[in-house]
C-alpha cells in the first residue's frame, strides 16, 4: 500500500510560520479527500484540516482556525498545510492521510499515512 510522504517540520518560535507538504506518486491523488492529522506526545491522533479533491471545499479543527490553510496541486499530487501565527500547543508530529469512509474528523477514516514530520513550536 503506498504512503504518503510529509515535509516541512522543523523548530521554530511562537508567532512563527512553516509550510508543510505531502506528496505522493498515486495517481488517485487528485480523486482523494485529504487531511492533515497531528499528534502530540503522549496523545490520540487529532484532526487538523481537510480539503476536497478538487480543492473548493476546506474544513478545520477549531484550534486552527484562521491561522491554518490547506490547499492542494493535483498536477503535483501534493497537499499543503500553511501554519501561520504558530503557538507552542501545535507541537507534535503532522501526518497526512487519504479520505477512505466514516467521519472526515477521525483518524481511523484515513489510510496511507508517511511517517510525518516534527514540528516543535517553542514558547
Known amino acids: 500500500q503506498a504512503h504518503f510522504v510529509e515535509s516541512g517540520g522543523g523548530l521554530v518560535q511562537a508567532g512563527d510560520s512553516l509550510r508543510l507538504a505531502c506528496t505522493t506518486a498515486e495517481r488517485t491523488f487528485r480523486h482523494s479527500i485529504m487531511a492533515w492529522f497531528r499528534q502530540a506526545p503522549g496523545k490520540d491522533r487529532e484532526f487538523v484540516m481537510g480539503?476536497?479533491?478538487?480543492?473548493?471545499?476546506?474544513y478545520s479543527a477549531d484550534s486552527v482556525k484562521d491561522r491554518f490553510t490547506i490547499s492542494r496541486d493535483n498536477d503535483k499530487n501534493t497537499a499543503y498545510l500553511q501554519m501561520n501565527s504558530l503557538k507552542h500547543e501545535d507541537t507534535g508530529v503532522y501526518y497526512c492521510?487519504?479520505?477512505?469512509?466514516?467521519?472526515?474528523?477521525?483518524?481511523?477514516?484515513?489510510?496511507?499515512w508517511g511517517q510525518g514530520t516534527l514540528v516543535t513550536v517553542s514558547s
Open positions: 480539503i476536497s479533491q478538487s480543492g473548493g471545499d476546506t
Open positions: 492521510g487519504r479520505f477512505m469512509y466514516g467521519s472526515y474528523y477521525a483518524a481511523s477514516s484515513y489510510v496511507e
